[in-house]
């Protein structure tokens, strides 16, 4: 035993050592992040964790958009990061075959069960058909959107603003509001999140504490989390909790529409459909009933967290940005003849060009989905040449992608809702309408055939509530209020989006 004892001492020193040296040389130099020995590049990455997108692009400008990420040598993580378009236009679309989910994804979001996201071939082209046919083509969909919508912006966020316009926190609202949104349309029910006393809902705070957890699974071995599970360490305890927290709410939902007597059922929303549409499937031998929760859970997460991190991200790039914020309100007021921003039906919203390139800007800066990871079945080389086989973890940094010059620009980091305007044919050099942008330039609704289902009901919904506000308030930010992107999976803000909100009406008499 002697020895053994010895050599755990040696090498345990050994790795303080390293780790020590990473961290003096971390405080030393600027630059691509050192290999070292037995640890790879690994400490880097602990290092940056609370900054892990802006680290990836550091590296990433250094080395012409694509590296290669050493791991330790006994965990098998090289991770080959990328913002290359031509590499995403690669793996997202022409030899998209080739790059399933697969199962290390599946792994890591094991909370997503059978879903669409954790799903690939023939069960993902069941869950993208029945979704499409069950939700986004229902004959009432747009209907049901715009008018819950409507709803919750009138009996949620305006009494809401109203009461703690001096300060709150926009992103709690944001979040309370997308919860609420896609409860109602998807589970026909308001667990009224959003309402001026602010009530803690389990299953909405839940959402937070499960995408911080699901990122650090990405770059720690498999086993030093799933020891932590077993243990329940850390933030894989309140991944945990929040798997709890989701399956009771959603269970209970499911429940409440059993219950239901059957012509009521029929009258309202879309979970009906939904049961309907799912109900029989014979492409995974799971219970009907956990079969929905994993459909549900991941269209609640493809639909809410992800439009209310949008929102956040855009009013913090107008506060900063006042001119922008009068233009859209202007462009507004042209639109509806004055202030009657409630009369704008979804069609008009598609006529309001500033408001459309500011929030392509603010997705552009910080898209919701800041990086996704990705292995290949059979051995390939990308077009940049480098060479990855099934070992390789490939990170797609579709945040790095909005920073790179020779993508958008020298003016690449600022906020110019210009940038999406295209110069009509008249001649008369005036701007006509949106710029169309690829998506494996612009992946902020990913790319290929796994582009997202609802960009068009997220633009929508963000849309909706953006000018509700605008028409209402000017909005500035809380000043030493330190705003930066959380380490999770969906970019929310680490410490939200402290603002203040001034009355419209306020402005005009003193202003
Ligand atoms: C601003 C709002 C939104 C953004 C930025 C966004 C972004 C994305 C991204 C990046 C993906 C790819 C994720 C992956 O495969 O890892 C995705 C997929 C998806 N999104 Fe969205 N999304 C938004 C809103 C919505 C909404 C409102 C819905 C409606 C429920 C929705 C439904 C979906 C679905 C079902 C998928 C899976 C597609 C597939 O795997 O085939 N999204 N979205």
Redesign the pocket.
């Known amino acids: 035993m002697a020895p053994l004892h010895y050599f755990s001492d040696i090498l345990l020193l050994l790795i303080v050592f390293l780790f020590s040296g990473a961290v003096f040389l971390h405080r030393q130099r600027k630059g691509t992040p050192i290999n070292f020995p037995l640890l790879g590049m690994t400490p880097e990455i602990l290092l940056n964790i609370h900054r892990i997108h802006e680290f990836a692009t550091d590296f990433l400008k250094l080395s012409n958009d694509t590296f290669l990420f050493k791991g330790p040598w006994f965990s098998g993580i090289d991770m080959l990061f990328t913002s290359d378009p031509e590499n995403i236009h690669h793996i997202l679309s022409k030899n998209f075959s080739n790059y399933p989910k697969g199962p290390d994804f599946r792994t890591i979001f094991d909370i997503l069960g059978d879903g669409?996201?954790n799903s690939d071939h023939e069960l993902?082209e069941f869950h993208?058909k029945t979704?499409m046919a069950s939700v986004l083509k229902h004959p009432d969909f747009h209907t049901l959107l715009e008018t819950s919508i409507r709803n919750k912006i009138e009996k949620g966020l305006l009494p809401v603003l109203e009461c703690y316009h001096q300060e709150m926190d926009l992103q709690d609202v944001f979040q309370r509001f997308m919860f609420d949104a896609?409860c109602v349309l998807l589970l026909d029910y308001d667990p009224e999140s959003l309402s001026v006393h602010l009530p803690i809902v389990p299953c909405e705070k839940a959402f937070t504490d499960a995408e911080e957890a699901l990122l650090l699974r990405h770059y720690l071995p498999v086993k030093v989390w799933k020891l932590q599970r077993r243990f329940g360490l850390g933030k894989e305890k309140k991944l945990s909790e929040a798997w709890k927290a989701f399956d009771e709410f959603i269970y209970e939902c499911l429940s409440r529409k059993q219950k239901e007597p059957k012509d009521e059922e029929s009258s309202t929303g879309l979970l009906t459909s939904l049961i309907s549409g799912f109900s029989g499937q014979t492409v995974t031998s799971c219970d009907s009933t956990k079969f929905l929760r994993d459909t549900i859970l991941?269209?609640m997460i493809?639909?809410g967290d992800?439009?209310s991190t949008?929102l956040s991200w855009f009013f913090y790039l107008l506060a900063q940005n006042p001119s922008v914020e009068n233009k859209i309100r202007k462009e507004i007021e042209t639109k509806t003849g004055g202030g009657k921003w409630k009369s704008l039906t979804t069609k008009q919203l598609e006529g309001l060009v500033y408001l459309h390139g500011g929030i392509c800007e603010s997705?552009r800066l910080y898209?919701?989905?800041g990086l996704?990871h990705k292995s290949p079945l059979e051995p390939d080389i990308l077009p940049t040449g480098h060479a990855v086989d099934k070992e390789t973890r490939i990170i797609l940094s579709f945040y790095s992608m909005g920073r790179m010059k020779g993508l958008w620009g020298d003016d690449c980091m600022e906020f110019k809702p210009e940038r999406w305007f295209s110069k009509g044919g008249n001649g008369n050099g005036k701007w006509s309408g949106i710029k169309h942008e690829p998506s494996y330039k612009f992946?902020?609704?990913?790319a290929g055939p796994?582009?997202?289902?609802?960009?068009e009901?997220?633009m929508i919904?963000?849309k909706m509530v953006a000018i509700a506000i605008i028409c209402n308030y000017h909005v500035e930010l809380v000043k030493g209020h330190l705003v930066c992107p959380s380490d999770s999976i969906i970019m929310h803000m680490k410490y939200g989006l402290k603002v203040r909100l001034v009355p419209i009406t306020t402005i005009k008499q003193y202003g």
């Open positions: 669409i996201f993902w993208r979704t896609i991941n269209l493809a639909g992800t439009t949008s997705l898209p919701p989905v996704e992946p902020a609704f990913h796994r582009a997202c289902l609802g960009k009901m997220g919904q963000m």
